[in-house]
């Protein structure tokens, strides 16, 4: 399945990413990990591999934001 991201919002300790179709998910360091919310903001800065990303390691998102 292929997370296809629109957009993203960078927070001290959380990344919101939307996906295709308008969804939201919350990531933060509480639900996801710390390691996981920073690689995933360093992708996301990069715009690469942030999808793969999500895909690959399934990072448990707090919730739909």
Do not use: R
């Amino acid at each position: 399945m292929k997370s296809e991201v629109t957009a993203f919002q960078l927070g001290p300790d959380f990344i919101i990413v939307q996906f295709k179709g308008m969804v939201k998910h919350k990531y933060t360091e509480d639900s996801a990990g710390d390691t996981h919310v920073d690689n995933m903001k360093l992708l996301a800065v990069h715009q690469k591999g942030l999808g793969t990303y999500i895909n690959l390691h399934h990072p448990i998102f707090e919730c739909k934001a």
